[in-house]
């Protein structure tokens, strides 16, 4: 199976912040990693898909980057609706595997 | 747009089967693969695993020996049995498409006597 290191697990940002989250993963996925952002009580919602796809309705403030083993979103000015956990899936093998969430926190 | 909705009991006895489905609406459930993923409260995500609707299944081995999916195309609809259930089934459960695109709201299922 596809281990998924996903860091950091939370922190703390202000709005406008430029925030970072990173998956790193135990083998080669290529570009098959997507992004989801997970509000309180709700579904997982899909941010980016292949790695740097924004998926169509999300706000181009988020981007994704990295291939091989390391992926990073990027929220560029954080808004007060990007408070959230954040959650990035390997989609290169099954069983598909999740990192373990990272939960942006306001400051 | 494909929308998903999962639907099922939400209170399941101990060592009981756990059955919900998945009803797709906008597009047919011929036209993806399937996915069903969990979410125990305050937990991370975890797949449980994938089908195919010419009946190609692939399980994660951690519950390989108790899930079941299949598909119903005269209802539009995908369906997980989980058997044999425990306190540590207890979750959100979520069905989405094969690439984990679009996900159901999700329905939580409560394993307790």
């Known amino acids: 199976d596809i281990q998924v290191t996903q860091s950091p697990s939370s922190l703390s940002a202000s709005i406008g912040d430029r925030v970072t989250i990173t998956c790193r993963t135990s083998q080669t996925i290529s570009r098959s990693l997507n992004w989801y952002q997970q509000e309180t009580g709700k579904a997982p919602k899909l941010l980016i898909f292949?790695?740097?796809g924004l998926q169509r309705g999300v706000p181009s403030r988020f981007s994704g980057s990295g291939s091989g083993t390391v992926f990073t979103l990027t929220i560029n000015g954080l808004q007060p609706e990007d408070f959230a956990t954040y959650h990035c899936l390997q989609i290169y093998s099954v069983p598909l595997t999740f990192g373990g969430g990272t939960r942006v926190e306001i400051k | 747009q494909v929308l998903l909705q999962e639907s099922g009991p939400g209170l399941v006895k101990p060592l009981e089967t756990l059955s919900l489905t998945c009803t797709v609406s906008g597009d047919s459930v011929s036209a993806f693969y399937w996915n069903w993923i969990r979410q125990p409260a305050g937990k991370g995500l975890e797949w449980i695993g994938r089908?195919?609707?010419?009946?190609?299944?692939t399980y994660n081995p951690s519950l390989k020996s108790r899930v079941t999916m299949s598909v119903d195309t005269s209802k539009n609809q995908v369906s997980l049995r989980l058997t044999s259930v425990t306190a540590a089934d207890s979750a959100v459960y979520y069905c989405?498409?094969?690439?984990?695109?679009?996900w159901g709201q999700g329905t939580l299922v409560t394993v307790s006597s």
């Open positions: 989405a498409t094969g690439a984990a695109k679009y």
């Open positions: 292949g790695a740097t």
């Open positions: 089908f195919y609707t010419n009946g190609t299944t």
